[in-house]
């Protein structure tokens, strides 16, 4: 497989052997999926502000992301591009800003996560997904076999640990942080325009880590971490749902830029359209505390529903007013699904379209 590699940012410094290893578990995945020589990817490392404008534009999602990959519709026009031999898969874009606090997070250091991501996202590229439980647990197979390869995998990390079998402790690259050259306040969204050559990318073909984390990606911690105090404060307040008509218990919390935590319950009334849902309880909570559309990161909303608990059109709606880009539909065991607002509620009514 050919892979077309470009360093499209400045604030990481990248070390040569990260590049390497990138390069060998992506042809790792080449190799185990029998993809020609003919076969092209091309792989892009960006700066969060990059990738934040490509997750916006492409995914309606407001903040940076980890990896996109943008899978090429070949039928559209693979002449134009390689000539008819060539099988063009499509573009991974990585923020390598991202990898580095990520690799941090996780504990295995920038190297392995710089892998990871790009290995996960060939996988998508190639057609798996993690939609399901099902569709999940065989890319997570494919990703291990991959990273095993390389020496990488799940199983030689947690060998790193010094747990068992040390003798494979040289295997897994645990590496040093590169160095990150701070930029603030000087960033430049240069490579947004450099890395469109694709022409036909389109918003169904792009896949992000989005999910994983939430669903219990091993080692994943960060987001995994407010999530989880997101979720503990929405069980405890739906404690105190008023549902005697229903016996419906519903949670909700909010999360703020600024790092606030918000949570709402359900209020039942005896003129029925008159209860109010959790999510809008958490909602409004928020905003009688001066929070403004734009300022809400995050829902999380759970009640004890069989598969997770879906938010209601109502709700959407003033999702959609406060402009809140993340939503965690969760149920009290613990089962999580993460969506973005535009797939929840798209062609949503917006203040612009009145103003
Ligand atoms: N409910 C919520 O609180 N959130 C939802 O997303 C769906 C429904 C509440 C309203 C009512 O108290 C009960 O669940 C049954 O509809």
Avoid at 21 to 31: D, N
Avoid at 90 to 101: F, K, L, N, P, Q
Avoid at 127 to 149: C, F, P, S, T
Wanted: glycine share 6%.
């Amino acid at each position: 497989m050919k892979i077309i590699f470009s360093d499209d940012q400045d604030e990481v410094k990248v070390p040569k052997e990260a590049v390497a290893l990138l390069k060998q578990g992506l042809q790792a995945v080449a190799r185990l999926h029998k993809l020609s020589a003919k076969t092209e990817v091309s792989v892009s490392l960006v700066n969060d502000e990059v990738i934040h404008v490509l997750n916006k534009d492409y995914r309606g999602i407001d903040r940076p992301t980890d990896v996109l990959s943008f899978a090429l519709d070949e039928a559209e026009e693979p002449q134009e591009i390689g000539g008819p031999e060539t099988h063009l898969l499509g573009d991974i874009i990585i923020s390598a800003e991202t990898a580095v606090r990520q690799g941090r997070e996780y504990g295995h250091g920038f190297n392995r996560e710089l892998v990871y991501l790009g290995v996960h996202s060939l996988l998508h590229l190639l057609g798996y997904d993690h939609m399901n439980k099902e569709d999940k647990a065989v890319m997570r197979q494919e990703e291990e076999k991959a990273l095993q390869i390389i020496h990488l995998s799940q199983a030689d990390l947690d060998r790193s640990t010094g747990k068992e079998d040390p003798d494979h402790f040289a295997l897994a690259v645990v590496d040093a942080d590169p160095e990150q050259s701070v930029k603030r306040g000087k960033q430049k969204v240069t490579s947004a325009e450099k890395i469109k050559p694709v022409k036909n990318r389109k918003k169904s073909d792009i896949n992000d880590m989005e999910g994983e984390k939430t669903m219990g990606r091993k080692n994943g911690k960060a987001t995994d971490k407010t999530i989880k105090k997101l979720f503990k404060k929405a069980l405890k307040t739906r404690e105190n749902a008023y549902v005697p008509f229903s016996k419906f218990k519903v949670g909700a919390a909010v999360l703020t830029k600024s790092g606030d935590i918000f949570t709402g319950c359900n209020v039942e009334n005896s003129s029925f359209g008159l209860t109010v849902c959790a999510e809008r309880v958490a909602m409004f909570n928020a905003a009688a505390a001066g929070v403004r559309p734009g300022e809400i990161t995050m829902l999380l909303v759970a009640a004890d529903t069989e598969d997770v608990t879906s938010p209601c059109g109502a709700c959407r709606q003033v999702m959609a007013e406060f402009e809140i880009p993340v939503i965690v539909m969760a149920n009290v065991r613990g089962d999580m699904k993460t969506v973005s607002l535009e797939e929840l509620l798209p062609f949503s009514f917006k203040a612009a379209d009145f103003t």
